[in-house]
């Protein structure tokens, strides 16, 4: 059983930064493939960054820049540090994960909430 647990969310104003956290138990962390998506009120869940087993990093073109995914494989974690926060930002951040041979991520987190006020 997998279980993700996302943490670091908050209240910020535009232009400053945070940290989120997804600790991972249950299977061997370093062979995934690790994820992390929003879903804001009203709109789709989108993708915002991922960064696969080998430590190939993908984001999507409205946080290049901004965001940085990193993982530490000692703690299981992988982290998502999001500089230059805009209010459009606003949004349930979702860390998942999958692993070799998976064609989709098919273990999610509870998601924590990141509020970006103007």
Known sequence: QVQL??????????GESLRLSCAA???TFSSSDMGWFRHAPGKE?????SIRWSGETSY?????????????????????QMS????????NYYC??????TPIYNYWGQGTQVTVSS
């Open 5 to 14: 647990v996302e943490s670091g969310g908050g209240l910020v104003q535009a």
């Open 25 to 27: 138990q249950g299977r």
């Open 45 to 49: 869940r989108e993708f915002v960054a």
């Open 60 to 80: 999507a073109d409205s946080v290049k820049g901004r965001f940085t995914i990193s993982r530490d494989n000692a703690k299981n974690t992988v982290y998502l």
């Open 84 to 91: 230059s926060l805009k209010p459009e930002d606003t949004a």
């Open 96 to 101: 998942a994960a999958k692993w070799l041979g």
